[in-house]
């Protein structure tokens, strides 16, 4: 799972690896990703985490799972 999260937007529980700050699009930092990790090209999942409410339900998602 990657997830773009939004500044200061909290953080689900979890490790988490900062790959790109707040100023890098969100394509930009997918393209990133992909370069940095190419063997997720295509398998990984995202997620895009904006707002608190936003990390709860992303959260609930995985807990259902």
């Known amino acids: 799972m990657l997830a773009?999260?939004?500044?200061?937007?909290?953080?689900?529980p979890g490790q988490w690896l900062l790959v790109?700050?707040?100023?890098?699009?969100?394509?930009?930092?997918?393209?990133l990703v992909h370069d940095l990790f190419p063997a997720l090209r295509g398998m990984a999942s995202f997620a895009l985490l904006l707002t608190d409410f936003d990390v709860f339900e992303f959260e609930r998602a995985r807990e259902s799972a």
């Open 20 to 31: 790109a700050d707040g100023t890098v699009e969100p394509w930009i930092a997918e393209e």
């Open 4 to 12: 773009l999260i939004g500044k200061g937007v909290r953080f689900p």
